[in-house]
Structures are given as structure tokens and as C-alpha cells.
């Protein structure tokens, strides 16, 4: 078990690593063509997408308890 001292550090290296990305990313978007990085936007979901179904379809999770999960998030 995790002490609230390591984590603590745990959370604000995790913060800083989210940071990192976004800044990133926002680099990323202000130097290439809006076409270009959408259209890798829309793999990346439409992968995610693909793999939640065949998750569901294999069993691998339950798409009752998936989709009220994706309710709560969306509600809050």
C-alpha cells in the first residue's frame, strides 16, 4: 500500500507528464495542417471505438455495465 507521501508524488509526476502531453499535442496542432492531425484523431478514436466492441462482442466486458459507466462520465 502506498503511503500518502508516495503518492502524492505519484499524482504530481502524473499531472506533469498530462501537462507534458498537452503541450505537445498543442504544438503539434499549430504546426501541422488541420486535415492531417484530424485525420489521425479520427483513427486513434475510431481504433478505441473498434476495440470496445470487440471487447463486448468477445465478453471481455459487459456493454450494460459499459454504457451506464459512459453515462455517469457524460452526466457529470
Known sequence: MLNSETFDADQRQNTERRRAMIKQWAAYVRTHDDSEWSRQQN?????????ANEMALSGDTDPVRFAAARDRLRDE
Open 43 to 51: 483513427r486513434l478514436i475510431n481504433s478505441q471505438l473498434q476495440s
